[in-house]
């Protein structure tokens, strides 16, 4: 697990904290999609997370070690593919060569097979390829340390259609129950299809620091709510908990009745309805 445990962080300079008194957990067995507007610390959680940024007060731990510390036993199980990124001018079998000795539960194969599942070539100089390739790279690299944690930041953000399919499938391919991928992202079609969990992250007062206004599972998610579309409708149902007007009439968030069927996630509504406060939903307690 992943302990965010009442930390506070503020960057040098600033005079608002990015977190205050700020308290989440990751837990092995989940893809986690991390959603918030820009500037609310999606990045920040994910390097705190890592022990590349250290909290002010509190603490971060992974399967109970303070990872500010930094020790090997701790970041060899960790992994993160930051949202941009610069490599080596060497091949990947140099960069393999390099790296791999750090991460004891890496796998060729695993390594070989996203690289064929991304349609590329093991034979490959890494500083000539483009944005999406070196992150398609990246990922294949991620996957293959067999890292208990992987942390991803706007990792679709470069590939083309066909090349977010691959990914999908790359991850659910390679997903395990003793692993997490947490994935920060604006573009929530993108991984919708492939989460477990959703955090969304916002601001709140007095000092405009982050905090979490999601935080579920989608068998609760869907369990609760239904996520519909009622056309050519004047006003929305007068039982639901948020509605937005399209073309052909609603798109709804409402109670479900434990009678109906289940609908799927609409995960860009459910943000939105989030966001704005009309509902709030956490692992201990959903509410509207």
């Known amino acids: 697990m992943i302990n965010y445990q009442d930390i506070t962080f503020m960057y040098a300079g600033n005079s608002d904290f990015i977190f205050e008194h700020f308290n989440l957990q990751i837990h092995p067995g989940s893809i986690y999609g991390l959603l918030g507007p820009n500037g609310v610390g999606k990045s920040t ?14 603490s ?26 610069e490599l080596p001018s ?38 000539k390829l483009s944005m999406g390739q070196k992150k398609k790279v990246m990922m294949a690299f991620a996957l293959a340390c067999g890292t208990k944690y ?36 604006h573009q929530v079609h993108d991984i ?11 601001n709140k007062e007095p000092h405009n620091s982050s905090t979490v206004l999601c935080d579920s599972t989608l068998p609760n998610l869907t369990e609760k709510y239904s996520f519909t579309y009622e056309q050519l409708a004047p006003t929305p149902s007068r039982n639901c908990l948020y509605s937005e007007r399209n073309a052909q009439g609603y798109a709804i968030i ?27 939903i956490t692992s201990k307690n959903i509410q509207s």
Do not use: W
């Open 60 to 85: 971060v731990e992974v399967e109970g070690k303070d990872v500010s510390k930094r020790e090997h036993v701790t970041l060899s199980e960790l992994f993160i593919i930051p949202e941009e990124f």
């Open 90 to 127: 060497i091949s990947l079998a140099e960069y393999v060569n390099t790296y791999r000795p750090f991460y004891p539960h890496f796998s060729d194969e695993v390594l070989r097979q996203c690289l064929e599942e991304f349609q590329l070539p093991y034979e490959i100089h890494i500083n």
């Open 192 to 202: 919708e299809q492939l989460l477990d969990h959703v955090i969304i992250i916002g």
């Open 254 to 280: 409402s109670p479900r009745n434990p009678h109906e069927e289940e609908t799927p996630l609409n995960l860009e509504l459910l943000y939105n309805a989030v966001q704005n406060g009309a509902i709030q």
């Open 45 to 58: 959680l994910l390097y705190l997370g890592m022990g590349l940024l250290r909290a002010t007060k509190g």
């Open 150 to 185: 992987i942390m991803m930041d706007e990792p679709t953000n470069g590939l083309d259609i066909q090349a977010k399919k691959q990914f999908r499938k790359v991850l659910a391919t390679h997903m395990t129950e003793d692993r997490a991928i947490i994935i920060s992202t």
